[in-house]
């Protein structure tokens, strides 16, 4: 059965630092998506990533896949408050835990 | 800009009714997508639809759901006789190329079972 593990669960970091969210899954996949979800709100598609290698940036999140490892991270570079928000990884159609990251002034 | 609809916003039901969630997926799509998220928890996989039929469904989803796609833009999905821990958001959702592209999703209907 097919496991996908995010980690951190609850992130909390300062404005202006950097930090990586991670997302492993446990069978051989090639595709993996990442969401953003506001409280109380529906999911946002970040990122579609479908090869081995595969890096997407917007704005200050760059998502990247390494299939090999098995293992898709997202960086969020020099954090503002907007970026608070759930953030879940997929893989086909199993979602990660959502990790629930908090940027503090 | 194109974008799924659900209806209602939200349901508050008695145990054991049945349910009809509805969603209008954007109108090129191809693939259909039901999902559940318990209290802002982890988001479940349902049902996946295609081609009139479905195409991938989970353990979750047994005999007391159903989907239907009964006309050209709606997507429903009938829960026959609902328990209290159908409690739920439903999320449908809807992409062009299987799995190749980005789903879209509704906003949710808040389902709530008493």
């Known amino acids: 059965e097919l496991k996908v593990e995010q980690n951190p669960l609850f992130l909390s970091m300062q404005e202006g630092k950097n930090y990586t969210i991670y997302c492993n899954y446990s069978?051989?996949?090639?595709?993996l998506y990442w969401y953003r979800q506001d409280p109380g709100k529906s999911l946002e598609s970040l990122f579609v990533l479908l090869s081995n290698g595969a890096v997407k940036q917007e704005g200050r999140l760059m998502a990247s896949l390494d299939t090999k490892a098995r293992l898709s991270t997202l960086h969020i570079t020099a954090a503002v408050h907007d970026l608070s928000a759930t953030y879940f990884c997929a893989v086909t159609k199993r979602f990660g835990a959502g990790t629930r990251l908090t940027v503090k002034p | 800009e194109p974008e799924v609809t659900q209806t209602p916003s939200h349901q508050v039901t008695q145990m054991g009714q049945e349910v009809i969630l509805r969603c209008v997926p954007i109108?090129?799509?191809?693939?259909f997508y039901w999902y559940r998220q318990i209290l802002g928890q982890k988001v479940e996989f349902l049902v996946s639809?295609?081609?009139?039929?479905?195409?991938?469904k989970s353990e979750i989803f047994d005999d007391q759901f159903s989907v239907e796609r009964p006309d050209g833009s709606n997507f429903t999905l009938k829960i026959r006789s609902t328990k209290l821990e159908d409690s739920a958001m439903y999320f449908c959702?809807?992409?062009?190329?299987?799995?190749?592209?980005?789903?879209?999703f509704g906003q949710g209907t808040r389902l709530t079972v008493v």
């Open positions: 109108s090129n799509h191809l693939y």
């Open positions: 959702a809807s992409s062009s190329i299987r799995g190749r592209t980005e789903a879209f």
């Open positions: 069978t051989t996949s090639d595709r």
């Open positions: 639809f295609y081609n009139n039929e479905i195409s991938e």
